[in-house]
């Protein structure tokens, strides 16, 4: 135990010798100033042990204890200074005289109080602390979210004057969630972080690029810079995003089955944003962000319409056609397969 003590009675200074003796504590004195004061408390003992007297700013006391998390242990000559000391909010205060095993007592129980009232604090400090984090970091993937990645963002406008925004879509991502619950929708997300993740590594592409996870409901976006001219990045863009996807659809089936996977599907939309120093940056981001989501949304719809027009040319065309297989079995329990005549759907 450490005890820091403004002590003037010679009776106690020999007590607190001797308790310090006996229980192996350290003990430091300081003057009765407002400055010595400040300078005992950053020292952060365990007990700050103080001899109350009439001009004693015992607020400010109780404030610098509290700030350096020390118990403060009031030593009071009279009766009548009691009241102060609890008016205080000191964690415990005795009369002098005072005996050592007494003394003794009180530093422990000063101690004991203290730290059960900064436990609250601790606890909610811990709490607060947690929200914040998930707030900048997504918890089942562990990316770093919107929020965060901004001022990265903007300085990789700054230094190369210009940022491609990968969307990735997943459409249907919410059936897993209703069939098989949110833990299991946990999982495949960190599937996909971890697969976004493998794919620039293995593909070592001369970029620099950052993951943000969760910009709406499931997606997530990457922020990649391709130094490259504005031509040839838009052909590496259109060839690294038919890439990814085929890697992400890879790696979920192998990670999550079939099933998962096929109630999933995946589209990459893009957007680039370029310096422009009339625009505030953080504007000019979201903007890209919500065109990237746009083009990533209209693949989806593109090759919705285009699945239902080849459907619609199949049944024109008449070519759907039904192969009829009947099974006859007789009294031997023979199966007989019988091949009937090819029938066309009617268009």
């Known amino acids: 135990m450490r005890v820091g003590a403004i002590v003037h009675d010679e009776g106690l200074r020999r007590t607190l010798a001797e308790v310090a003796s006996r229980a192996h504590a350290e003990v430091a004195y300081a003057p009765d100033t407002p400055e010595g004061i400040d300078e005992l408390a950053r020292t952060r003992p365990d007990v700050l042990l103080v001899e109350a007297r009439p001009d004693l700013d015992l607020a400010r006391l109780r404030e610098a204890a509290r700030t350096h998390e020390s118990a403060l242990l009031l ?11 609890a008016i205080a909010d000191a964690d415990d205060w005795f009369l002098l005289p005072v005996q050592p095993r007494e003394l ?7 101690r004991q109080r203290a730290r059960a009232a900064a436990l609250p604090n601790g606890t909610e400090e811990a709490a607060r602390a947690v929200r914040f984090r998930e707030l900048l970091y997504d918890r089942p ?9 901004i001022g990265k963002a903007r300085e990789l406008i700054d230094t190369g004057g210009h940022l491609t925004i990968l969307y990735i879509h997943f459409v249907w991502y919410s059936k897993v969630e209703e069939i098989y619950g949110w833990q299991r929708l946990d999982e495949v997300l ?5 697969a976004i993740r493998e794919f ?9 690029y950052l993951l943000v996870a969760h910009i709406a409901d499931d997606d997530f ?3 990649v810079q391709l130094p490259t001219t504005a031509e040839q990045a838009e052909q590496r863009l259109k060839a690294l995003s038919a890439r990814l996807e085929n890697f992400l659809r890879e790696r979920i089936e192998q990670a999550q089955g079939e099933e998962i996977a096929a109630l999933g599907s995946i ?12 625009i505030r940056t953080e504007r000019l981001l979201y903007r890209a962000i919500r065109e990237a989501a746009h083009a990533a949304r209209g693949a989806m719809e593109w090759e919705r319409i285009r699945k239902i027009n080849d459907l619609k040319a199949t049944l024109r065309d008449e070519a759907i056609f039904i192969e009829y297989f009947p099974i006859v079995v007789t009294k031997n329990r023979t199966d007989l397969r019988l091949r009937g005549p090819r029938a066309r759907h009617p268009p």
């Open 75 to 85: 030593a009071c000559h009279q009766p009548e200074d009691c009241p102060a000391a």
């Open 190 to 194: 960190e599937t996909t972080a971890n």
């Open 221 to 223: 976006i990457l922020f």
């Open 141 to 149: 993937t562990g990316l770093p979210t919107l929020p965060i990645m």
């Open 267 to 278: 589209y990459v939309g893009t957007a680039t944003v370029f310096r422009n120093p009339k």
């Open 200 to 208: 620039f590594e293995r593909e070592q592409i001369d970029a620099e």
């Open 104 to 110: 003794e007592l009180r530093l422990h129980t000063a």
